[in-house]
């Protein structure tokens, strides 16, 4: 119950046991075509350029940024946590020039100085993390991506913690790439990263696509292009040529990753998009009122809160790791706490994916109680399941 990964929806799990396929078995080959149309319908979009990144989300965020980075990029990131932190790091590494517009930790950034930034850099890539998970904070995109197109810019996105529990639209919301990973809503294991890219991401790609040699035809140039992506397993060109009908080889496909990540969507849609994010609204509301209940004081802007997860500052006095030690080794529940500025200050607490439900919150808020009433805390008897019962109205 904590930021993610969560616990594997049995069904994505039962999935990922199914028998191995030849990478050009024409049923693996379909399956991949599936998975595409699959995640399609959960980003919302329209892309035709719209796969699996073999590896965690953080590969998925990898691939997209050295792809789309020259070196000498200006590069704007709207920071408000840790994650924002990381795609700082990972385009300075990619060469590009950096600049970024901050918010405290628990806050998000205001569009207006995100649009004075835009204006002032002239980036030609704006990239902010949607969910910060290390606060527990969602920043406002529905009105940056035509900000970004007005200025010629593109616009990545980095989903994981949000994508399947929080309203995302890809197209809706002009955004140019996305990324995601399984752990969190989707409820699967990490290990896969979802991806969509734009046409004119796309663009951007193709003008720095190169073919291996030993799969180059004969009448290929054999030169690459000035500026070819520097990375060879996260170059979104050639990932991109194996996912499409030319299946030029690059990688092994990971097979059941793409198992899992195809029930993962195939979970959620079922499930229906926005039936999926009203259980995590749902849910998510009765942990909030709960460890509120509790006495608990939430962390952050609750305006602006994630669906999926909420943080708690830890009561004076308290040691927030030996709570959550206690709270695994008694109760079999795990509890996260966060980085940074905020590691030892917070507990984050999530309910996404299969978690999220009934039974998983009113367990937890038990747990945390008898956890902290041993850790010396003063707290209402049941007033963490009481007020989370409140939310649901009695009815499971």
Known sequence: MGPGPVNGDPRVLRAMSAALLGQYDPAMTALMTETQGLYRDVFRTANDATLLVDGTSRAGIEAALVSLIVPGDRV????????????????ERCGAEVHVVDAAWGETVPLERIADAIALVRPKLVAVVHGDTSTTIAQPLEELGALCREAGALLYVD???TLGGN??????????????????????????????????????????????????????????????????????GMILDYWGPARLNHHTEATSMLYGARECARVLLQEGLDAAIARHRRHGRAMLAGVQGLGLRPFGDLEHRMTNIVAVHIPEGVVGDAVRA????????????????????VWRIGTMGVNARRDAVLLTL???EQALRRAGVAVPAGGGTEAALDVYGGKP
């Open 76 to 91: 704007l990131v709207p920071r408000f946590g840790r994650f924002g932190h990381l795609l700082v790091e990972i385009a």
């Open 326 to 345: 206690a709270m695994l080794a008694d109760y079999g529940i795990e509890i996260g706490t966060s980085f940074g500025p905020l590691h030892g200050r």
């Open 366 to 368: 038990a747990a945390l």
């Open 159 to 161: 989903a994981t913690a």
């Open 167 to 236: 309203e995302f639209r890809t197209d809706e919301w002009g955004v140019d790439v996305v990324t995601a990973g399984l752990q969190k809503c989707l409820g699967g294991p990490s290990g896969s990263a979802p991806i969509t890219l734009s046409r004119a991401a796309v663009a951007v790609i193709d003008s720095r696509r190169s073919v291996e040699a030993g799969i180059r035809a004969d009448d290929e140039e054999a030169a690459p292009p000035a500026e070819r992506i520097r990375s060879n397993y996260f170059d979104l």
